[in-house]
Structure formats: structure tokens, C-alpha cells
């Protein structure tokens, strides 16, 4: 069994991306069932040491090609690098974050190589598949566990035949967990110009401009969250006054979004930011599958609908039943009241 493989993306600051480590993370839980090694492939500039924030994450063996040409991201280089690596290393697994980078390099290493590569992963459990009709049975495979059809369903992806299974996975699905804080694997540095052409850069990168991030929704510690419900932008201003009032970041659903009650930075869900806050308050959200995705894993849900039998209620720890309109400020009045 051949090792799992994570291409891990290397920020402005040089350090490895969040949903990189997230992905290391559940990489060695993969290789660990697999009995396997869980290997890195970080491309980049002066990234020498980049050994010790990864290693305690539990990786074997990182692979480094470290160059000035390979910062910033550029797509040939950075492909052409990965796909001569893993036709030599031939890896079981490769993991990718659902980045844009991670969105622009995966699809050109599958096509490549020629295997399967699934999008946007929620969950990845290894098992086994039984065709009936071919009568083969597959053990030890990639489960690539997705929504599928709008979130109506759950699909789980094999790649039976082709190695290696790729996916992407989003920022925030997999949990960022330390295996070993004095793990110590093995560093192979790439002699970069045997895995590029002169071609490779022939796009050259003449100005960049980096808008930093105005809302960090992911950290934050209480969300309050608002969905169509909601029922106008005005009403959006209950959210952000009663967020204000108790040190939360606003959030909104894809529906809240498309409405124009809230910017897409502040979208949680399948196609948002996924988040575990410690306090979580839904204000009129129905709690369709897509959203949920993005936040079920918060310690205390607290919604308040009209409905009394919206989808969220169920996964909710407390349910207040009314209007946000009324409930929110009532809310607001206590809290001061009680907070001085």
C-alpha cells in the first residue's frame, strides 16, 4: 500500500495554509488505517524549514522544492513538479485543499494522471466496495463523501481502478488536530530543474495586489447567524446590533446571501466557510443540509424560528419560537441588563 499524499499550500507569510494542516490531520488518520506513511509536498521559496510546523502533525516524509521561480503560485511550474512526483512516488491518496490554488492544480494532476478527483469533500473514511456486476470487491478504498444535487442527497465517490484518489477539501471541514509535537520524519529536497522546463514559466507574474481579509467569521467564537427568514436587509441590522452588544461575527445562509441581506464573506455552508464556534445563534434559518454542513459542529446551537418545526430545531440545543423581530431585542434588553 502505497502512502497518502497532502500538497500543502504556502501562504503570503510562508507558513502552511489552515486547511493544509486540517488535512495532515485527517492524512494521518487515512494512513493510519491504511497502515501506511502520510506524506507532504510543499513547493515554494525559502520554505527550508518548513519541517517544523508540519512534522508534529504526524507526516513521514515531506518533499520540498524550494526555489525563488516557485513563489507566487504559478499553475505550470507547480504542476509539472507534483505530477513527476507522483508518478514517481505513485501515491495510494492525494489531498488538496479547496482553495484556489488547491482548485486550479488538482484538476490538472488528475487529468494528467489520469484518475478520478472529487470536489469539495465534507468526509473521507476508507472501505470497501463489492461490483456485483463486474464481480470484483475493492477493499482499503477512498470513501469521497460529498452533497450532491443541490444538497439533497449525500453521494460517496470511489475511484476503484485509478490511483491515485484525489479530492478537495474546504477550509474548516476537517478538524486541525497535533498527532505528536516531537514527531520528526524525513526531508527530501526536489532538484527543481528536473521537474520543470524552461516553458513551465513562461508566464510571468508583473504585479500582484493582496486585498487582506475584512471578516474573520472562521475564529469566531459566538456567530450570530442570520438565513431568508431574516426577511430584509434591514431587518439583517437586529444581527449585527445584537452581535455588536455580545462580541460575535454575523453569518448568513446561501439563501440570506443571494437575497442581498449579507456579503458572500459572511456565507456558512457547503459553498460558504465552514465554523465550530462555541455559541452559535440561528435567526430564522430552516436548517437545509447545506448549511448545516457548515456549522453543525458548534457547541451550542440556539435557534430561534417562527417554525416550530424547522430542520434546525432538531440538531439545536435550545429553540425559541417567534419572531427575530421581537425575540432579538427582548434578548438584547436582558443581556445588557444582566451584564452590568
Same mark, same amino acid.
Given at each position: ?7 500543502c499550500e504556502i ?5 502552511v ?23 507532504a ?13 508540519i ?7 515531506i518533499?520540498?522544492a ?6 507566487p503560485?504559478s499553475?505550470?511550474?507547480?504542476a ?11 501515491? !495510494?491518496? %492525494?489531498?488538496? *485543499?479547496? #482553495?484556489?490554488?488547491g482548485?486550479?492544480?488538482a484538476? =490538472?494532476? +488528475?487529468?494528467?494522471?489520469?484518475c478520478?478527483l472529487?470536489?469539495?469533500c465534507?468526509?473521507?473514511e476508507?472501505?470497501s466496495? !463489492?461490483? %456485483?456486476?463486474? *464481480?470484483? #470487491? ?7 463523501? =460529498?452533497p +450532491? ?19 478537495t ?33 513562461i ?32 431587518n439583517?441590522k437586529?444581527?449585527?446590533?445584537f452581535a455588536?452588544?455580545?462580541g460575535?461575527?454575523?453569518?448568513a ?15 456558512i ?7 465550530r ?7 430564522g434559518?430552516?436548517?437545509?443540509v447545506?448549511h ?11 435557534s430561534?424560528?417562527?417554525d ?11 429553540v ?7 425575540v432579538l ?12
Open positions: 500500500m502505497n502512502s497518502v499524499f497532502v500538497y501562504t503570503e507569510e510562508g507558513r495554509a489552515d486547511v493544509s494542516l486540517e488535512l495532515l490531520s485527517k492524512g494521518r488518520k487515512l494512513a493510519d488505517e491504511l497502515n501506511t506513511k502520510l506524506e509536498i510543499a513547493i515554494g521559496c525559502d520554505i527550508k524549514e518548513i519541517g517544523d510546523e512534522f508534529p502533525y504526524g507526516v513521514d516524509h518533499h520540498i524550494d526555489d525563488k521561480k516557485l513563489f503560485y499553475t505550470l511550474p507547480h509539472s513538479i507534483v505530477i513527476k512526483l507522483f508518478k514517481e512516488q505513485k501515491p !495510494e491518496i %492525494a489531498l488538496f *485543499g479547496a #482553495t484556489s490554488v482548485r486550479d492544480l484538476p =490538472r494532476i +488528475a487529468s494528467a494522471l489520469r478520478g472529487t470536489a469539495d465534507t468526509s473521507l476508507i472501505g466496495h !463489492e461490483d %456485483a456486476k463486474a *464481480g470484483k #470487491t475493492y477493499s482499503q478504498l477512498l470513501y469521497q463523501i =460529498r +450532491a444535487f443541490g444538497g439533497n442527497i449525500i453521494a460517496t465517490i470511489i475511484n476503484p481502478e485509478t490511483r491515485p484518489q484525489m479530492a477539501v474546504r477550509e474548516g471541514v476537517m478538524k486541525k488536530e497535533i498527532a505528536d509535537i516531537t514527531y520528526k520524519g524525513e526531508i527530501s529536497k526536489l532538484d527543481v530543474s528536473k521537474y520543470v522546463k524552461d516553458e513551465d514559466f508566464v510571468e507574474v508583473v504585479e500582484r495586489h493582496i486585498e487582506a481579509q475584512k471578516v474573520n467569521i472562521k475564529g469566531a467564537q459566538i456567530i450570530v447567524s442570520g438565513g431568508y427568514g431574516v426577511g430584509c436587509k434591514e439583517f437586529l444581527l449585527y446590533d455588536e452588544a455580545i460575535a461575527e454575523v453569518g445562509t446561501r439563501a440570506a446571501v443571494d437575497a442581498g441581506f449579507a456579503p458572500h464573506e459572511r456565507q455552508g457547503q459553498t460558504g466557510v465552514t465554523v464556534p462555541k455559541l452559535y445563534i440561528a435567526c434559518i430552516s436548517g437545509a447545506q448545516r454542513a457548515g456549522m453543525d459542529e458548534s457547541s451550542k446551537i440556539i430561534i424560528n417562527s416550530p418545526n424547522a430542520p434546525l430545531n432538531v440538531i439545536a440545543d435550545y425559541i419560537v417567534g419572531d427575530i423581530a421581537d431585542p427582548k434578548m438584547l434588553t436582558y443581556y445588557r441588563k444582566n451584564s452590568k
